[in-house]
C-alpha cells in the first residue's frame, strides 16, 4: 500500500486551480484594501471627481474598485497583463491598475489635459510602466461646443501592433461622433493580441430606447442624424452619442473585431440590465 492516498489528475488539477484562483483573489484584496484607504489628498480635487461622472470620493472608490476587480477577474488579468484605458479621466481605473500591475503596462489616454495631467504628476510616479497620453483634439467636444465641420484624427501610435491583452473605455463612445470612435476601434483591431480582449460600453438605439423615450418622455432631443444609425444630443459634458446595433457592428467589423458578448443597459430600462451603459466585449476578428 503506497503511504500517501493516491489522487486522481482530476483532483490535482482542481487544487491547482484553485491555489492560482487564492493567489489571484489575495492580490486583488490588496489592491482593494490600498484603494480604499487612500486619503483624500491621495485622491483627485472633487471638482475632477465630478467631471467625469463621481459625485463623492466615496463613489469614486466604489466605482474603481468594482470597475478593477470585474476586469481582473472576468479578464484575468495578472501583473504583467498590457492594458489600455481609453478616456481614462483623472485616474479613477488607472490608480488600482498602478497598484496591480508589475512588469505589465498601462497607457491611459485622454483629450482632457487636466486630468491628464493630474495622474501624470499623482499616480504615474509611482509606477514605472504606467503612462497617460494626452490626446490632441482639433474639437474636443466634451469640454467645448461641437462643431461638426472639424475632424478629429486619433491614433495610439506609442502602443506597438498586438501590444495590448485589454483594453477598455468607460463612459467614453457615449460621448463620440462615429468617425472618433471608429479611430479608437481601428485602433482596437491593431493593438489587441490574438487572445486579447475589450470591453467597451455605449449607448445601443434599439425597441427598447424608443419604449423607455415614449413611456419616460426622456431623451426626446436625441435625434437620428440622415440614417447613419447615429443618434446624438446635448452638448458638452451631455453630448449623447447612440448607434444602432447594426451600425456598432458595421464599425466594429471594419475595425478588424468581433463582438464575443454584449450586455443590455439599464440607462434606457432595458431588461435583465447589470449595469448602466450597454457593455460589449470585443476580440480581433479570426484570421485578422
Ligand atoms: C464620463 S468620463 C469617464 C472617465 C473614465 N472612463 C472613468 O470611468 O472614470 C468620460 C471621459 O472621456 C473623455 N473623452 C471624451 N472624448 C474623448 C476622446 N475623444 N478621446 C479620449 N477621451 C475622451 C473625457 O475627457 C472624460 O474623461
Redesign the pocket.
Known sequence: MPDTPLRSGFVNQIEGMHKRTQSQQDRLKAVTDACFSLTESELPPIEFIN???SDTQVHFKA?MTSFFHEFAVRFNLTPSSRVL?????CG??GLPFSIFLKDGKYYG????KD?VDWCNTHIAPSNPNVEFHH?Q?AN?Y?ADDYNPSVE?E?TLGFIPKKGLDFAF????FT??TPK?SQDYLNELGRTLDDEGAAFLTCFIIDDFFFRHVERTGMHRAVKQQGDSGFYQGYAGQDFFGGYTRKLWEEMLTKAGLRTIGHELGSWASKPGARVYQDTFVVMRAKGR
Open positions: 467631471m467625469i461622472g466605482a484605458d481609453i478616456g481614462s479621466g479613477r481605473v489616454v485622454d483629450v482632457w486630468g490626446m483634439a474636443n466634451y478629429n486619433y473605455a468607460i463612459s467614453v460621448h463620440l472618433d
